[in-house]
């Protein structure tokens, strides 16, 4: 009704100031355009602060609480959510909306615009010190915060922990990678170039995404390379340990150049793109998009070991963890609401239920333990895997980015295949240096 | 001279239709992906090295009309914004043209020029602007569809070029007549000039319709995280670059057979004015 | 111009010197003079205006104002667990250019109130009636129908493009990027810092690979408009060929391009190039190559393909507009060529392409500058990519400059390189345009064909 008045109002004021600017004839001066300009401007400013306040009350207000969470979870969270009302009565009052937004797009979001972005989320822990940066995250709840800790496995709180605080919810410790393939193409999964040969000679493809920072270190860290961050409590990145300009970091580049030269390879890491499969390295949220294409000759084991000048590595890699996040709050009783419904979307039976659901694997120890996800195929493949990977602490943007490209100079063929080892490390060396200049 | 002709009319044919081909793939494409089923029961739909899928149905179809998703809902959105936004544009591009086109007044040189030199900013360099801007109307996430429009409409001044050529082609004299016999320059512009200019109002509508149904950049920035508001553009690119979506491909091209269809008929249906517009335009420059 | 401003301030002066009571009356409340003179029409909207920009400084414009320097100095912090959001950078910016505007709009009302009494004063003395309410309203709709109509769209425009544009101007000298997001962190002015970064030619300056990104801009936007230009004549002139049938049949399956919304119809020819796409799946399976050509991978062959699919999407356009053009042709012109034994070519060389080009001249310019921001086409074929190490910050050797700004903006928040990035596309269109249309031959000589 006010919104309604107030265009009358409005449009009222403009014939009048129309009128005013059409003076006598037509001999007003030149610029009447600013004229009229000005007039609008008030309107627009004035309106602005009259709607702000509809604005607040309707969408972000402090008797609701908004969720995002990947779209085949939706309806999943709806059901917790509920759950959690139920138990918790105090908390009845608020309206709770699950809107589908998945991890990759909700931390862009969020940091757009934190105000109008979700009270909780989920989010990749790669973005956990972007959204610490740019406020997007609270501290977890510092009378929960040892229970958190008890509760779920080392890496998942350590990929939480910002500086020395914890700043999420862990929910899943199945964000690693491993190998997917078809049984009747390859006969051993052991070894890249075995791998590799029997897709070439079958005509299929093997699928690897190495102009991604994420699948990279599968090389760089099976070689024996490092690369790790520090942060402060704020998510600026203080320190960098990278060693990648050495012998080591040479020869996973090597092997990445080799993999490149291979007819079967293909790059991409997502099941639903990817034609004419022979194996993929892939993660559990793609195990159902493998068991379609594979059918029957359906297998996943950890990934293979590569070669290079006749020395043998097993392939690393990160493993990750899904979080969950809750937005700073402006008002005591909301963030209460908050900090236990994210505690209850995180807890033991919920990440169970969650992998009964959508066979997300949990960090919860207990629900790890539990008899189902001892029996899942791909998580065991996974936990195989994960004894040679890294815990993924915390990475600058930046440094997906420039692993991309790192990737794609590979790709194309900038970095040679016949390059020398000097030419090679000179290349790392670049790349090292950017990695550190990120740091301050 | 006969064979000659022949033979060179043999040879454009052939260039025509190989054209033809090129330029029908792709959708010929879209359409036969859009009859493969993405239940695995039936077949798979994801990427696959093959055209022609091996049992046809109407899976993804119906799963766009299911509430599994709200395809719907962005439809109707996407529909709402393109008939709006035609309307109102059109109306803003008559009364913007015929003012540069018929009126003399001062400063109108000067504004020409300034919404010339404007319109050589990119478009995306005030994207996040925009954004704040909307959302101190209330215009963003659930207010999108409204937003969407306002900006769409608000600049659209600035595409006067086509009707105001078009406009300075019909002669002036009719209006000196008309001004003569006591019409008012507002009588003139409602009674004569609009009723004459069919052809570019046609032509400025279905421009303005057609845009609606191609904006990503803009409309995801502005709607994001709130499904409801989203535009089929929004809605649908994410079944193909967001990992959260596996096996959506054929989804999506049959929710791209939807959106053309309306957009397809349409302009076949008002291809005349379609190219009366372009050509005049480019002659005017 | 200069003169006229100058004469405006003289005016204020005379008026107040010359004017009666009621005109110096108004020099502080806006359309008093009218109200009291019986023009209470636009006296009213007068001292409407008046009143709406007082309560405007007073609850917004003052404190934005004095805010500027510092773009808000209050940061955000906690009380206990509770976040309180301090100054906002963001909007202190937006509404304190939105203010500094109004005064100066203000000013020019204030101006034009004086000139409006100083008038009615002049015409007192000679003994000229004043206009009536009644017809000053009507006014709209005749001899000053040009503001009626150009109202709406100025306000649009303002607001929604003026506006922005010189905000964004401003955050290319502000340090607002993922650092400095507002609401939660302050962002601050920096000088030319932004602007020394972008020609900065070190390793940590943006300089080789702008002036990259550029290039390939440039080129692209050559190539786009002049291939294009060329093969829609030619199709074109194929399809109006004499003897040729079914002529609608084929204009209508081009121009079904651009009836198709690119988001759909570009992903998908994005995925038949790619490397495991349907062509190199066909290609490998017919054995004409032995692995699969790397369409979107190897940057030189990327920038061809790209180039190549916009001849699909360009081509359609291109004929419409020829095969309408062509018609103008007067067709003795090729009647007498014959008679003097002129081949088809020699016809085309010496008619058509010299009119097509004198015609379509500024078309072309514009087709440039539109290619030089063409987002779509490459944002839904590559993305910019492939990127290399070469290349800093996040660029690929596809990328065109909006495209770059485009993935700074929504990827990286790196708002003040973006708004410099902005301003650089401005400047290289406008030169461009510029020379240009200078050179144009429907400029230069504009009887030519006519």
């Known amino acids: 009704m006010k919104k309604k008045l107030l265009s009358i109002m409005l449009a009222g004021a403009m014939v009048v100031s129309l009128a005013a600017c059409g003076g006598n004839g037509g001999d007003t001066p030149a610029a009447t355009d600013s004229d009229a300009t000005e007039e609008t401007t008030e309107e627009a400013t004035e309106e602005g602060g009259e709607e702000e306040e509809e604005f607040k009350t309707e969408t972000v207000g402090d008797d609701g609480i908004k969720i995002w969470v990947a779209d085949n979870v939706v309806d999943f969270t709806k059901e917790q959510a509920s759950a959690w009302q139920d138990a918790n009565p105090e908390f009845k009052d608020f309206k709770i909306v699950v809107e589908a937004v998945g991890e990759g797009d909700a931390a862009g979001h969020m940091i757009t615009d934190v105000q109008a972005g979700a009270d909780i989320y989920v989010f990749a822990q790669d973005q956990i010190a972007r959204l610490v940066t740019s406020g997007a995250l609270e501290e977890v709840n510092p009378d929960a915060v040892d229970e958190v800790k008890s509760a779920n496995d080392e890496g998942s709180v350590k990929a939480a922990t910002v500086g020395d605080k914890l700043y999420a919810y862990p929910i899943t410790s199945d964000n690693g990678y491993f190998l997917y393939y078809d049984k009747s193409v390859v006969k051993d999964p052991s070894t890249l170039e075995g791998i590799l040969k029997d897709c070439e000679s079958a005509g299929k493809n093997f699928y690897m995404e190495i102009n991604s920072g994420w699948y990279q270190t599968a090389f760089f860290f099976g070689t024996g390379a490092k690369l790790e961050y520090t942060t402060d409590d704020s998510g600026a990145f203080t320190g960098c340990d990278c060693t990648y300009a050495s012998d080591q970091g040479v020869k996973a580049l090597k092997a990445m150049i080799a993999v490149n030269s291979s007819s079967a390879f293909q790059n991409g890491s997502s099941i639903g793109e990817a034609t004419n499969v022979g194996a993929i390295v892939d993660g559990t949220w793609d195990a159902d998009g493998c068991k379609e294409v594979f059918g029957d000759n359906y297998a996943c084991a950890k990934l293979p070991t590569f070669t290079v000048d006749g020395e043998t590595f097993q392939m690393s890699g990160f493993g990750g963890y899904k979080l969950l996040g809750v937005k700073p709050q402006t008002a005591e009783e909301k963030l209460a609401a908050c900090d236990s419904l994210a505690a209850w979307l995180s807890n033991g039976d919920t990440q169970l239920a969650r992998y009964k659901a959508v066979s997300w694997g949990p960090s919860n120890k207990e629900a790890q333990a539990s008899s189902e996800v001892k029996a899942d195929e791909a998580l065991t493949a996974l936990g195989e895997q994960l004894k040679y990977t890294i815990p993924q602490g915390q990475y600058p943007g930046d440094y997906w980015d420039l692993a991309v490209s790192l990737g794609d100079s590979v790709r194309q063929g900038e970095i040679k295949a016949d390059a020398s080892d000097a030419d090679l490390l000179e290349t790392l060396k670049t790349f090292q240096q950017t990695c550190e200049s990120y740091a301050q | 001279m006969k064979a000659s002709r022949t033979a060179s009319n043999i040879v454009a044919y052939i260039i025509l239709v190989l054209i033809s081909i090129i330029w029908l793939f792709p959708f010929v494409g879209i359409v036969l992906q859009s009859f493969r089923s993405y239940r695995p029961e039936v077949e798979y739909g994801g990427m696959v090295d093959y055209l022609i899928p091996k049992t046809f149905s109407l899976d993804n179809y119906r799963f766009l009309f299911s509430s599994q998703t709200n395809f719907v809902k962005w439809y109707g959105n996407t529909i709402i914004i393109a008939l709006v936004v035609a309307v109102i544009q059109t109306i803003i591009v008559l009364c913007v043209s015929y003012a540069l086109s018929r009126m003399r007044f001062k400063g109108r040189t000067l504004l020409m020029r300034f919404w010339l030199i404007l319109g050589m900013f990119p478009g995306f360099l005030t994207m996040i602007c925009l954004y704040f801007l909307l959302k101190q109307f209330g215009l963003t996430q659930a207010g999108a569809v409204p937003g969407l429009i306002l900006v769409s409409c608000a600049s659209s001044g600035m595409g006067y070029y086509v009707c105001k050529g078009f406009f300075d082609t019909i002669p002036k004299s009719l209006d000196e007549a008309a001004r003569l016999d006591g019409a008012s320059r507002a009588r003139i512009f409602l009674t004569m000039t609009i009723p004459m200019s069919k052809p570019i109002i046609i032509y400025t509508a279905l421009v303005a319709f057609m845009g609606p149904w191609c904006d990503y950049v803009f409309a995801s920035y502005v709607a994001f995280g709130h499904d409801e508001s989203y535009n089929v553009a929004v809605g649908m690119t994410r079944w193909v670059w967001t990992n959260d979506y596996q096996g959506y491909f054929t989804r999506f091209c049959a929710g791209g057979v939807l959106v053309a269809i309306p957009v397809t008929i349409l302009f076949m249906a008002l291809q005349r004015y379609y190219v009366e517009g372009v050509t005049g335009g480019a002659v005017k420059g | 111009m200069g003169k006229e401003i100058a004469n405006a301030f003289k005016e204020i002066g005379l008026a107040f010197k010359d004017g009666g009571f009621k005109t110096r009356i108004s020099y502080l409340f806006l359309g008093l003079g009218q109200i009291l003179r019986g023009q209470w029409l636009k006296g009213i909207s007068f001292l409407a205006l008046e009143a709406g920009f007082i309560f405007y400084m007073i609850k917004y414009g003052v404190s934005y104002l004095s805010k500027l320097r510092t773009l808000g100095d209050v940061e955000t912090h906690k009380e206990g667990r509770i976040t309180v959001y301090g100054d906002n950078s963001f909007l202190i910016l937006l509404f304190g250019v939105l203010t500094i505007i109004i005064i100066f709009a203000f000013i020019f009302l204030w101006w034009l109130n004086i000139h409006d009494n100083y008038e009615m004063d002049r015409f007192a003395k000679i003994g000229k009636p004043l206009k009536t309410n009644k017809q000053v309203f009507m006014s709209l709709f005749d001899s000053n129908f040009d503001k009626t109509l150009l109202f709406l769209p100025m306000a649009g425009i303002f607001i929604f493009t003026v506006l922005p544009i010189i905000f964004m101007i401003c955050v290319a000298f502000t340090n607002y990027d993922k650092n400095h997001q507002a609401p939660t962190n302050l962002f601050t002015w920096v000088g030319l810092e932004n602007f020394q970064k972008i020609i900065n030619f070190g390793s940590a300056g943006f300089g080789s690979t702008f002036f990259r990104v550029l290039g390939w801009t440039l080129v692209w936007a050559f190539f786009a408009t002049f291939i294009d230009y060329f093969l829609g004549l030619a199709v074109a002139i194929l399809i109006n060929k004499k003897g040729v049938k079914f002529k609608k049949l084929w204009r209508t399956i081009l121009v079904l391009t651009i009836a198709v919304p690119q988001f759909v119809s570009l992903l998908y020819v994005m995925k038949l190039f790619a490397n495991d796409g349907l062509i190199n799946g066909w290609l490998l399976k017919l054995h004409l190559i032995s692995s699969p050509i790397q369409f979107w991978v190897n940057p030189v062959l990327a920038r061809i393909t790209i180039i190549g699919v916009n001849v699909w999407i360009g081509i359609p ?134």
């Open chain 3, 317 to 450: 356009y291109l004929m419409l507009i020829a095969t309408g053009l062509l018609m103008n042709i007067p067709e003795d012109l090729y009647e007498s060529a014959k008679i003097d034994g002129a081949t088809g070519w020699q016809m085309f060389k010496s008619i058509t392409l010299p009119y097509m080009l004198f015609v379509t001249g500024p078309f072309l310019l514009t087709q440039f500058t539109n290619n030089l921001n063409n987002f779509n086409v490459i944002f839904l074929l590559t993305q910019g990519k492939p990127q290399s190490m070469s290349l800093a910050n996040n660029a690929g050797s596809t990328d065109l400059l909006v495209t770059w700004l485009y993935k700074m903006t929504v990827n990286e928040t790196n708002y003040r390189m973006a708004a410099v990035i902005g301003i650089m596309v401005f400047i290289v269109t406008a030169v461009v345009s510029l020379v240009v249309y200078n050179m144009l031959p429907s400029v230069k000589d504009e009887e030519g064909f006519q």
